[in-house]
């Protein structure tokens, strides 16, 4: 019989959510120094600042550049997008999702996001 192989990344347990850093919104690396692009969230008093980077970033201004009609996981491909819209769910952004059938080969549906909050790239 061999031995038992070892798996050298089960050693380092799993995450768990009081450790998650939410959007990579912090720079381990340099504390006190905030990292990502500037998203303003809301109007007028309400209004607020997330830091924002990477493919969540990417999902927030396709959403926004879509427009009313919003985006699909069929128009991206090997993106993981339900997953960048629930990081983007986590910061505030409230993003409807509806059900879309689609014929072809394989007929089934698809979810089409769309975003209802008001947000901008960019500083004040």
């Known amino acids: 019989m061999s031995p038992k192989k070892e ?3 089960g050693q380092a347990g799993a995450l768990d959510a009081s450790n998650w850093k939410d959007c990579r919104t912090e720079n381990t690396s340099r504390p006190g120094k905030r990292q990502g692009t500037s ?3 809301g109007t007028g008093e309400d209004a607020r ?3 924002l980077s990477g ?3 990417w999902a927030i ?5 879509a427009g009313p009609k919003g985006i699909t996981s069929i128009d991206y491909p090997g993106i993981r997008l ?4 629930f990081m983007l ?5 409230a993003i409807v999702t509806e059900r879309e059938a689609h014929g072809g080969q394989f007929p089934a549906s698809h979810p089409r996001y769309r975003l209802h909050t008001q ?5 004040a």
């Open 49 to 51: 600042e997330v830091l």
């Open 55 to 57: 493919r969540v970033l």
């Open 39 to 41: 998203v303003i969230v």
């Open 7 to 9: 798996n050298p990344g």
């Open 82 to 85: 339900a997953h960048f819209i």
């Open 61 to 65: 201004q396709e959403l926004l550049r």
């Open 89 to 93: 769910r986590k910061q505030g952004f």
């Open 119 to 123: 947000a901008r790239i960019g500083g």
